[in-house]
């Protein structure tokens, strides 16, 4: 089966425009019906893919974050360039991260949303979830219970080259919260494990922003966009975005 990268999204409109991240393992997709509901409330939508991701495991875990990071980078300035003058982010898990990175590292960006973000997660819990995909996505594809085992133990004995980069980018954003000073929304599944609760408040406590809120959505796990609660979420990033002066 040949497997094709997913492009990245832009729905033009207006002059405010939003930057669209999904997580670690996913893609486009999963920010997509998000997007489309923000772009017919009026705003232009940015959902880049990150390097290595919607292609199977050999190009993810030849990725790395600090290419990840260079994709936002470059969806940044493609809205800037197309002359948006106010530009939002943002995202789930590890895009919820980058987003963050993004609220302290670049320029003008005026408004932030974080949801499902990690905290104090180490080398072997994120090589859990590069196992994880890899299993399923060589299911999807047919591959022989051989392949698959034979595959599994290569990660298990020698972890994804990127992951201490992916480990450092996590603990970086959690110690650099108080520059982050534009206004930010943090969200949490009520379903999601312990740790994304302490995270949310982590952040709430920590950063910057006068101008922020929390909320935990009682019916949805890890991936927010696609949740239960799925329709109220939307409709409050539409509504924390509309908040924001222009």
């Known amino acids: 089966m040949k497997i094709t990268q997913p492009d990245p999204v832009y729905l033009e409109k207006g002059d405010r425009a939003v930057i669209l991240l999904h997580s670690f393992t996913g893609t486009t997709r999963d920010m997509k019906e998000l997007g489309e509901y923000l772009n017919s409330n009026g705003y232009a939508v940015s959902i880049p893919i990150f390097e290595g991701h919607g292609m199977g495991p050999d190009p993810l875990v030849e990725s790395s974050p600090s290419e990840?990071?260079?994709?936002?980078?470059?969806?940044?300035?493609?809205?800037?360039?197309?002359?948006?003058?106010?530009?939002?982010?943002?995202?789930?898990?590890?895009?919820?991260?980058?987003?963050?990175?993004?609220?302290?590292?670049?320029?003008?960006?005026?408004?932030?949303?974080?949801?499902?973000?990690?905290?104090?997660?180490?080398?072997e819990d994120l090589n859990k979830r590069v196992v994880s995909y890899t299993e399923n996505f060589m299911e999807f594809v047919g591959r022989n219970d051989e392949e698959i085992d034979a595959r599994l133990k290569e990660l298990e004995k020698e972890p994804m080259a990127s992951l201490p980069e992916f480990e450092s980018l996590i603990e970086e954003v959690h110690s650099r919260l108080g520059e982050i000073t534009v206004p930010l929304a943090v969200k949490y599944g009520g379903k999601d494990a312990a740790l994304y609760e302490e995270s949310a408040d982590h952040i709430y406590e920590n950063t910057g922003s006068e101008a922020k809120d929390m909320k935990v959505y009682p019916n949805t796990g890890h991936l927010m966009t696609k949740g239960k609660d799925k329709k109220l979420l939307f409709k409050d990033i539409l509504h924390f975005l509309d908040s924001i002066e222009a």
Do not use: C, F, R, T
Not at 94 to 122: R, T
């Open 68 to 123: 990840w990071w260079n994709n936002v980078v470059e969806s940044y300035e493609m809205l800037k360039d197309k002359g948006h003058e106010s530009v939002y982010i943002a995202g789930v898990s590890l895009g919820g991260i980058l987003s963050l990175k993004a609220a302290y590292s670049l320029d003008d960006i005026d408004g932030a949303v974080a949801m499902s973000v990690p905290q104090g997660k180490d080398i």
